[in-house]
C-alpha cells in the first residue's frame, strides 16, 4: 500500500515538473507588455541620453573651441553619432576624441569635423564633394548643411556601411561612391566647397580643378603630421591658408582589394 502511495506521489511530482515550465512560459506570455514596454522605456532612456550627451559635446568641445557658424552648430546637435561607430564604442560615441571604425580607419574627432565644416563655409545651396566617407558622419554633418553631398571611400565595405548607416538615417540629398578620392569625382564639378579627410602630401590637382570659382577646398596636408589647409580658388589665383596641426590617416593612392 505504502509503495502504492509513494509511486503515486512521484508520478505527481513527475507531472508537475514537466508542465511547471511551460506554465511559466504560458504565464509571461500573457504580460508581454511588461517586457515590451520596459525595453522601449530603456530605448528611450538611452535615445535621451546619447542627445544629453550631444548637447554636452557641442557646448563644451565645440563652440567652447570657438566654432561659431549657427548652421554647423546646429547640424552637430541633430546627428546622432552614435550610429555611425560600432556598438562597442556607442558609449564614448560623444568623446572628444577620434574611434576606431574597422579596417584601420577613425571617425574623427567631433571637433575637427566641425572645424571643417565652418572653414568650408558652407552655403545651403551648395554642393560639396568629400574624400573620405569612412563611416559617414562628416557627411551627415554636410548633407545637414548643404543642398547636396557626394562623398568618395575608396574602401568598399566602409561605401557600403556608410551608405546603409545614411539611408536608414533618411538621407536623401547624400550619395557615396567607392573609388580613389584622388581624382575627384567630375561628373558632379564643379564643387562650391571640398573637404578632404585622409592626408595626402600634396593637394591633389584633379580637386583645384573641381572647386568652383570662390569655392574652397579644407583639406589636411602632410605625410606624418598635418595642417589643415583652407584653399580658396579665385577667377585668376589660388590662395593657400595654413590652418591647425592635425593628424589624419593617409590618403591612399589604390585599394589594395581590387
Ligand atoms: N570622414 C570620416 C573620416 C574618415 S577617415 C568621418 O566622418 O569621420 C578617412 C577615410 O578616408 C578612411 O575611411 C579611408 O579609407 C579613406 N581614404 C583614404 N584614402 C582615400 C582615397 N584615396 N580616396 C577615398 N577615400 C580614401
Not at 89 to 115: F, K
Not at 143 to 171: D, W
Request: with cysteine.
Amino acid at each position: 500500500m505504502s509503495w502504492e502511495l509513494a509511486s503515486i506521489a512521484l508520478l505527481c511530482f513527475c507531472v508537475l515538473l514537466m508542465y511547471l515550465p511551460g506554465y511559466a512560459v504560458e504565464l509571461s506570455s500573457n504580460y508581454p507588455g511588461l517586457q515590451i514596454n520596459s525595453f522601449y522605456a530603456a530605448g528611450e532612456q538611452l535615445g535621451e541620453q546619447f542627445e544629453q550627451q550631444r548637447r554636452q559635446m557641442v557646448k563644451y568641445q565645440i563652440r567652447a573651441r570657438g566654432i561659431k557658424d549657427q548652421r554647423v552648430l546646429a547640424a552637430m546637435s541633430q546627428v546622432p553619432r552614435h550610429q555611425f561607430v560600432d556598438s562597442s564604442w556607442r558609449n564614448l560615441a560623444y568623446s572628444d576624441r577620434p574611434l576606431p571604425i574597422g579596417h584601420d580607419q577613425t571617425i574623427s574627432q567631433p571637433y575637427i569635423v566641425a572645424y571643417m565644416s565652418e572653414a568650408a563655409e558652407i552655403a545651403p545651396e551648395a554642393k560639396v564633394l568629400e574624400i573620405g566617407t569612412g563611416c559617414g558622419y562628416q557627411a551627415a554633418v554636410l548633407g545637414e548643411i548643404a543642398q547636396e553631398v557626394y562623398s568618395i571611400e575608396i574602401i568598399p565595405q566602409l561605401a557600403e556601411r556608410a551608405r546603409q548607416t545614411l539611408s536608414q538615417l533618411g538621407y536623401q540629398n547624400i550619395e557615396v561612391k567607392t573609388g580613389d578620392g584622388y581624382q575627384g569625382w567630375a561628373e558632379h564639378a564643379p564643387y562650391d566647397a571640398i573637404i578632404v579627410t585622409a592626408a595626402p602630401e600634396e593637394i591633389p590637382e584633379p580637386l583645384i580643378e573641381q572647386l568652383a570659382i570662390n569655392g574652397k577646398m579644407v583639406i589636411p596636408v602632410g605625410k606624418w603630421y598635418q595642417d589643415i589647409i583652407v584653399l580658396t580658388k579665385t577667377e585668376n589665383r589660388i590662395v593657400e591658408e595654413k590652418t591647425i596641426p592635425v593628424r589624419f590617416v593617409p590618403m591612399r593612392r589604390k585599394s589594395f582589394l581590387w
